[in-house]
């Protein structure tokens, strides 16, 4: 399977806090994209870095790629209760046309 | 604009049925992809329609398939229902090469 894996599984942090979550995946890539899912929603796209970028903000969000590693991060800054969700990245390989390829996503709880 | 539209929202079926189930991407996308999502198998590719062709599919059985019409909506079908069938099943549609997906709310399919 070209699935990605996500670490930690789950995470849960108090308000204001910062959350960092990280991707691996295991073939090379075009682009790596970020999503969060609200329990049982439809995902909403995040950010996308491609593969020749190194880092990549967005508001309260930083993303890092090293394609040396194949991992990415995702660092989400001064968090608040509504970020409560699933994230998860996803991969779009060199040779994959439009087929992106989902971690196993990481389970954020914010307390207020 | 309008978001990608699944219908309907939830359903149960009997295992040995059939269903199926409809998704009309956002205006101007002509890529529509599904996906099933299953807290044991996470986020599994199904296939990509563009321009009412099949341009990709995952690992799935025959039991699968789908269509894509002249207007771009999208319709995915499962025969012969099974109880591992059960499971959120997301449409999401995109410009012919990405970069990025937006998701339908899915479609809660429950086999009993």
């Known amino acids: 399977s070209q699935q990605g894996e996500e670490d930690p599984q789950a995470l849960s942090i108090q308000e204001g806090e910062n959350a960092t979550m990280n991707c691996s995946y295991k073939t090379s890539i075009n682009n790596l994209q970020w999503y969060r899912q609200n329990s049982g929603r439809g995902l909403v796209h995040l950010i996308l870095i491609r593969s020749n970028e190194r880092e990549k903000h967005s508001g309260r969000l930083r993303v890092t790629l090293d394609t040396s590693k194949k991992s990415s991060s995702l660092l989400i800054t001064a968090s608040r209760a509504a970020d409560t969700a699933s994230y998860f990245c996803a991969t779009v390989a060199l040779d994959g046309g439009n087929q992106f390829y989902f971690g196993t996503g990481t389970s954020l709880t914010v307390i207020p | 604009k309008a978001g990608v539209t699944q219908t309907p929202r939830y359903l149960i079926k009997t295992r040995g049925q059939q269903v199926t189930l409809s998704c009309s991407p956002i205006?101007?996308?002509?890529?529509v992809s599904w996906y099933q999502q299953t807290p044991g198998q996470g986020l599994q590719f199904l296939f990509e329609?563009?321009?009412?062709?099949?341009?990709n599919k995952g690992n799935f059985p025959g039991r699968f398939s789908g269509r894509q019409f002249s207007n771009s909506r999208s319709e995915m079908n499962v025969s012969t229902l099974e109880l591992g069938d059960s499971a959120l099943y997301l449409c999401a549609s995109s410009q012919p090469e990405g970069p990025s997906y937006t998701f339908g709310s899915g479609t809660r399919l429950t086999v009993v």
């Open positions: 205006s101007g996308h002509r890529s």
């Open positions: 329609y563009f321009s009412e062709t099949q341009r």
